[in-house]
Structures are given as structure tokens and as C-alpha cells.
């Protein structure tokens, strides 16, 4: 079963503006990593976040971690069409199996 | 070419065939994963391997089989191919407990007739 959920489904937004999609799960987790998809292609990993941390920053990448609400946020500043892409959430629990959650698809209009 | 490639990319198969999914990578990664991806289910784990002649089961293993003889190479075969097993299918790697992330391979879309 899913452990993480993402936050909207879909999100269209101008080029240039910010992008911020979250991400919700169930159970504690040791990490929680981002990760994106462009269309017909394989995931890349972003960013991974620790369970104690609370942020950290990757160029334009913003991702925020509330252990206490079980949730996270990745926000991606001054977007650029090259951003066109879905973005999904992966947990990992106490094995080293990750969980992804559906996904966010995120459109930058130019 | 360094990385980690998949084949074949496309399968178009019968039902009750028997398909193998190659995933080869030239990292020496440990960990290496294979997921299937659906509309609406995001990335479903089914089955995973910590190094060579080590596998265990994932979210959704009925109807695969997994082998792992050389620590480059993880395929995964269908032994009775089904319509619901239609899917694309992602293989994975890592080098340890996900402190880098796992890195992707581009994917092969199969679809069982």
C-alpha cells in the first residue's frame, strides 16, 4: 500500500512562478526523498531529506519536513518549462524498501 | 555506456506467455529494485535484491519471478503473462541504504494481449 500521498494531483502554473506540492504519509519514517518524472521516462531522485531534518535547500529545490504532521513539501522557485514533469514522494520506513505515493504532475506554461 | 538500461523498452506479449525483463547496471550498485507503475498507483515494489543470490518480495510479487546471479544484471520474468500484469516496468538501483537516492532505469512498457 501506498505510505505517501502527494498534494494536488495536477498543478499548472506560468513560467517563472513558484511550484509547491505535498506530500503526506502514515507511519514514521527515516527519510523521505523526492523524486521526478518526465513523461515516458524513469524517476530521478531530487532530494532526500532526513528525519531530523526540517529543511534543505538544492538550487531552486526547497523541500520541508514536519515529522509531527507526518508531512512534507517540495517547492521548486522560478519555474522553468524544462520543470514539466511529475513529482513524487518516496518513504523509507525501517528497511530499505521505499513507498512512493502517486505523484503530483506539475505543468509550466511558458 | 555507464548506468543502468532496461530491455527490451516495448514487449507486446499473449497472455500466458512467459516474458523476461532485462535490467543491467554497471555501477556495482548492492540494491537493486524492480517496481511497476500504474495509472493511479504510483510505483509498486515487487521485488528487490541486497546483492547477488539475495531476493525477497515486495508489495506485489504474484506471477514474478526475480534471479540474481551477477551483481550487474537483476531480470525479472513473467512465467504465465496476464492482462492485469500490462503495466510499465522500472528497475532500480542503489549502492546503499538509500543515502544517494535510487537511481532509475528508462522503463519497458509491456502489454499482454
Known amino acids: 500500500s501506498q505510505q505517501g500521498e502527494e498534494d494536488p494531483q495536477a498543478l499548472s502554473i506560468q513560467e517563472g512562478e513558484n511550484a509547491t506540492m505535498n506530500c503526506s504519509y502514515k507511519?514514521?519514517?527515516?527519510?523521505l526523498q523526492w523524486y521526478r518524472q518526465n513523461s515516458g521516462r524513469g524517476l530521478v531522485h531530487l532530494i532526500l531529506?532526513?528525519?531530523?531534518?526540517r529543511e534543505k535547500h538544492s538550487g531552486r529545490l526547497r523541500v520541508t519536513l514536519d515529522t509531527s504532521k507526518k508531512s512534507s513539501s517540495l517547492l521548486i522557485t522560478a519555474s522553468r518549462a524544462a520543470d514539466t514533469a511529475s513529482y513524487f514522494c518516496?518513504?523509507?520506513?525501517?528497511?530499505?524498501?521505499?513507498?512512493f505515493g502517486a505523484g503530483t504532475t506539475v505543468t509550466v506554461r511558458a | 555506456d555507464a548506468g543502468i538500461t532496461q530491455s527490451p523498452r516495448y514487449k507486446i506479449t499473449e497472455t500466458g506467455r512467459q516474458v523476461t525483463l532485462m535490467c543491467h547496471q554497471t555501477?556495482?550498485?548492492?540494491?537493486m529494485f524492480w517496481y511497476r507503475q500504474d495509472l493511479g498507483h504510483g510505483l509498486r515494489l515487487i521485488y528487490y535484491?541486497?546483492?547477488?543470490?539475495?531476493?525477497d518480495k515486495g508489495e506485489v510479487p504474484d506471477g514474478y519471478v526475480v534471479s540474481r546471479s551477477k551483481t550487474e544484471n537483476f531480470p525479472l520474468t513473467l512465467e504465465s503473462a496476464t492482462r492485469s500484469q500490462t503495466s510499465v516496468y522500472f528497475c532500480?538501483?542503489?549502492?546503499?541504504?538509500?543515502?544517494?537516492?535510487?537511481?532509475f532505469g528508462p522503463g519497458t512498457r509491456l502489454t499482454v494481449l
Open positions: 532500480a538501483s542503489s549502492a546503499g541504504l538509500y543515502n544517494e537516492g535510487q537511481f
Open positions: 507511519t514514521s519514517i527515516n527519510n
Open positions: 531529506i532526513r528525519s531530523n531534518e
Open positions: 518516496a518513504t523509507d520506513s525501517n528497511d530499505y524498501k521505499l513507498s
Open positions: 555501477w556495482s550498485h548492492s540494491y
Open positions: 535484491s541486497a546483492a547477488a543470490d539475495i531476493t
